[in-house]
T-cell receptor
Framework: GAVVSQHPSRVICKSGTSVKIECRSLDFQATTMFWYRQFPKKSLMLMATSNEGSKATYEQGVEKDKFLINHASLTLSTLTVTSAHPEDSSFYIC????????????FGPGTRLTVT | GENVEQHPSTLSVQEGDSAVIKCTYSDSASNYFPWYKQELGKGPQLIIDIRSNVGEKKDQRIAVTLNKTAKHFSLHITETQPEDSAVYFCATRTFQKLVFGTGTRLLVSP
């Protein structure tokens, strides 16, 4: 299957600072990228969907000013958690899907964010 | 919106036994049904998928069946091995969003 990478895999930051997470599709062009959040022992919660060159579409209840998403190219999307607080601590996972008739959606390895 | 139910939440089997995980969904417009395996601390890995125009698909020890009329689909793992131990998620897609089930923790004991 296709490969999606995420960086960093783990990050610890102080409350009030911002953190950027990168997501890359390594061997295919990702027309659409998704960002998920996962709490311990829970399912994946979709935060937002982004199409290359367009503004992201956020799910209900997700603050777009807090979780900034940029999808500047067909292989790169970034999620910036602004003014992070301890309640933002979570496992963030990106996902990518190719264009056209592509059905498959591939996930990155995830980023563990801890806000102290 | 779409609602996906997944059962059981935990499943313990002996090595070599078969494991079956079932999901039901509500939106008849769903047309794609993937299954993901997630190991601790890692992202989900696509293991098999099926589209709405197919009733069954098999890949070595894993298979998925789909009943669109009843709106349910199942994952079958035969000859389970300890390395199959993980959390498995079913999902459906309506338009471009995946909706996930609640997950099944599979434990395969040697």
């Amino acid at each position: 299957g296709a490969v999606v990478s995420q960086h960093p895999s783990r990050v610890i930051c102080k409350s009030g600072t911002s953190v950027k997470i990168e997501c890359r599709s390594l061997d295919f062009q990702a027309t659409t990228m998704f960002w998920y959040r996962q709490f311990p022992k829970k399912s994946l919660m979709l935060m937002a969907t982004s199409n290359e060159g367009s503004k992201a579409t956020y799910e209900q209840g997700v603050e777009k000013d807090k979780f900034l998403i940029n999808h500047a190219s067909l292989t790169l999307s970034t999620l910036t958690v602004t003014s992070a607080h301890p309640e933002d601590s979570s496992f963030y996972i990106c996902s990518a899907r190719g264009g056209g008739m592509a059905y498959e959606q591939y996930f990155g390895p995830g980023t563990r964010l801890t806000v102290t | 919106g779409e609602n996906v139910e997944q059962h059981p939440s935990t499943l313990s089997v002996q090595e070599g036994d078969s494991a079956v995980i079932k999901c039901t969904y509500s939106d008849s417009a769903s047309n794609y049904f993937p299954w993901y395996k997630q190991e601790l601390g890692k992202g989900p890995q696509l293991i098999i998928d099926i589209r709405s125009n197919v009733g069954e698909k098999k890949d070595q020890r894993i298979a998925v069946t789909l009943n669109k009329t009843a709106k349910h689909f199942s994952l079958h793992i035969t000859e389970t091995q300890p390395e199959d131990s993980a959390v498995y998620f079913c999902a459906t897609r309506t338009f471009q969003k995946l909706v996930f089930g609640t997950g099944t923790r599979l434990l395969v004991s040697p």
